[in-house]
Each structure stands twice: as C-alpha cells, then as structure tokens.
C-alpha cells in the first residue's frame, strides 16, 4: 500500500480527471463502488450478528459525496439496513456530492441527527477529506 500526501492525492484527482477524462462523479462513483465492495467482502467474514446495520457518517464535500454511493451500492446489494448520518442538508452540497446525494434511494435512513450507535453496526467514517481545512 502506499500512502500519499494531500497535495499528491489532489495532483492524482485532477490528473485522472483532467488528462484521463474521467469525469468527477464517474471517479466518485468508481471510489464508492469500490468501498462499498470491501464493506461487503469484510462484513461476509462476520458473523450475521455482527452485521445488523451499515451506518455511513457523511461530510459536506466530496468524501460525503463518496458515502452517499457507498449508501446507494450498500442498498441495492444487501438486506442490511443502511443508515447515513449527513453534517448538512443535502441542499447544502456541491458539485457530483450533490449529484450523487440526489440519487440516494429511498430506502436508506437519511437524517442529520447524531447517530446512536448499536451493537452489530458497521460504521463507515466519510466525514474528512483532503479538502478538510481548520480545526477539527
């Protein structure tokens, strides 16, 4: 595995998107998909009642953005409940973030409540990314 700095993940981002031509939703949903398709080989190595919800934490950019395809994926690939918990309206975001939020089935339990965890969840932290900037 290798580990990059913000500004190199940025430089990568940009590079696929712009000498690639990758759009930004297509690299979001291809970065969801995949997530969501470990999410699911890790819960198979679990036993059922480890494996009660799918709790997605989702921030106001694009890592946000990426937790709303993990939540789409999650749903329509299993019967586990799946949960997103959002920082902000979905009105509040930007860009694919938005597009893909506005693409969030019906069936996932979308709220801006502080979530309360169970015993059984499987929390997938999308809150920070390398947009992130201030105090945490």
């Known amino acids: 595995m290798k580990t990059l700095t913000v500004s190199q993940m940025r430089a990568l ?3 696929t998107i712009g000498e690639g031509g ?3 939703a297509v690299l979001m949903e291809n ?5 969501g398709e470990l999410i699911l ?3 198979a190595n679990l036993a059922e009642n480890h494996v ?8 106001k950019g694009n890592n946000g953005g990426d937790a709303y395809v993990v939540a789409k994926f999650l749903s329509e690939r299993t019967v586990v409940p799946v949960v997103l918990r959002s ?5 509040d975001l930007k860009g694919d973030a938005l597009f893909h939020a506005e693409l969030t089935p019906s069936d996932v339990d979308f709220s801006m409540e502080a979530p309360s965890f169970k015993s059984g969840d499987i929390v997938i ?3 920070l990314g390398t947009g992130s900037t201030g105090a945490l």
């Open 87 to 91: 920082v902000c309206p979905i009105s």
């Open 13 to 15: 981002d940009a590079r």
């Open 52 to 59: 009660k919800r799918f709790v997605l934490l989702a921030g």
């Open 41 to 43: 080989e890790f819960a």
């Open 31 to 35: 970065a969801g998909r995949g997530a």
């Open 125 to 127: 932290d999308a809150l």
């Open 22 to 24: 990758i759009p930004g």
